[in-house]
Nanobody
């Protein structure tokens, strides 16, 4: 079974940084993309970034380009989201998710099947 466990959330002041981790098990990284999403109270879930396991190609939504960086350590089956220059509006529950895709395909930020439990990120002003 696909299992995803996020960690690394917490409370940080505006302008600070956090690194989220997504530990994956139960599948081969080469056959999946991993995406990071967030959901703030009262708002729709938002796709932020994704990485294709087979070749490490990445995609970002415009709102986080230049501030967030996604990366993976395939040996550890772990995907990271480095978040810099955090703003209060980044406060949300952050989730990682897995998407079965053809090898070397471009990852997408929708229609993911398997999700982690989420980790809270709170940015104070």
């Amino acid at each position: 079974d696909v299992q995803l466990v996020e960690s690394g959330g917490g409370l940080v002041q505006a302008g600070g940084s956090l690194r989220l981790s997504c530990a994956a098990s139960g599948f081969s990284f080469d056959d999946y993309a991993i995406g990071w999403f967030r959901q703030a109270p009262g708002k729709a879930r938002e796709g932020l970034s994704c990485i294709t396991g087979s070749d490490g190609s990445t995609e970002y939504v415009d709102s986080v380009k230049g501030r967030f960086t996604i990366s993976s350590d395939n040996a550890k089956n772990t995907v990271y989201l480095q978040m810099n220059s955090l703003k209060p509006e980044d406060t949300a529950v952050y989730y990682c998710a897995a998407d079965l895709i053809p090898r070397y395909a471009t990852c997408r930020l929708y229609e993911y099947d398997d999700w982690g439990q989420g980790t809270q990120v709170t940015v104070s002003s």
